[in-house]
């Protein structure tokens, strides 16, 4: 036997049961805070833009068009280049982005991996016109 490496090991362990999973037959369930496909909710974004400044791939974009009386922004998340490093929901203030415990990201088509999502921002009300002070001339004419 010695002269056949690991053929004890080998037998042995054809009476174990496998230590891996028989995925996708039968899923996994991701432990909790595991950091899977992103689920961006556009309606509590604000578009400040802090989530594409920590994102070291840049993975995040955004795009501004001007419309009647704001601005429509689409906030789009490639997670093909993504390393689901969650910074940019450790900084939104908003809670707008979140992370789900899907794992499963075997696309066919790269444009499959990328989510994005759409809300207009409505530009601030323009302040009032106030009636400019008065000023008195004290020089002595
Ligand atoms: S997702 Fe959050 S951090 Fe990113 S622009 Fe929106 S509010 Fe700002
Ligand atoms: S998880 Fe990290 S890499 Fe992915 S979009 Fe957010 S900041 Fe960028």
């Known amino acids: ?7 004890k090991d080998g037998l042995l362990n054809l009476f174990k ?3 891996t999973s028989r995925f996708p037959e039968v899923p996994v369930e991701a432990p ?6 992103i689920v961006f909710h556009p309606e509590l ?3 400040c833009g802090l989530c ?5 791939p840049a993975s995040i974009t955004k795009d501004v068009k001007a419309v009647e009386g704001g601005q429509e922004i689409t906030m789009t998340f490639d997670m093909a280049s993504c390393t689901f ?3 940019c929901r450790d900084f939104c203030n908003k809670k707008a982005i979140e992370f789900t415990k899907e794992y499963n990201m075997v696309v066919e ?3 499959d991996l990328v989510i994005s999502g759409t809300f207009i921002k409505k530009l601030p009300p323009k302040p009032l016109a106030t009636a400019k002070p008065v000023v008195e001339n004290t020089k002595e004419k």
């Open 1 to 7: 036997m010695g002269g056949i490496p690991y053929l």
């Open 17 to 19: 049961k496998p230590i």
């Open 32 to 37: 909790e805070d595991y950091r899977g496909k």
């Open 45 to 47: 974004c604000i578009g």
């Open 52 to 56: 594409m400044r920590v994102c070291s």
């Open 85 to 87: 490093c969650s910074m």
């Open 109 to 111: 088509n790269k444009e």
